[in-house]
C-alpha cells in the first residue's frame, strides 16, 4: 500500500486528464454527424472500450472530421 501512495502525485493527474479526453471525444461525437471513417455508434464503442487513452486518441487521429 506504500508503494501506491508513491505513484499517486502521477497517477491523479493522468486520470484528471484520461477523463477529461474521454469527455472532449464523447461529446464530440454526439454533437457531429460527420466522421472521416466509420460511423457514430462505432466510435463511440471504440473509444468506451478503449478508454485507457487508445480509444480517443484513435478517435481524433482517425474519425474526427475537421469542420
Known amino acids: 500500500m506504500g508503494q ?3 505513484f499517486l502525485p502521477f497517477l491523479i493527474p493522468l486520470v484528471i486528464v484520461e477523463f477529461a479526453l474521454l469527455a472532449y471525444v464523447i ?3 454526439l ?3 460527420n466522421y472521416k471513417r466509420g460511423n457514430r455508434v462505432m466510435w463511440m464503442i471504440i473509444v468506451i472500450i478503449g478508454m485507457a487513452f487508445i480509444g480517443p486518441i484513435l478517435y481524433l487521429v482517425l474519425g474526427k472530421e475537421d469542420a
Do not use: A, N, R, S
Request: overall charge positive; hydrophobic content about 20%.
Open 27 to 29: 461529446h464530440h461525437i
Open 31 to 33: 454533437t457531429h454527424k
Open 4 to 6: 501506491m501512495k508513491d
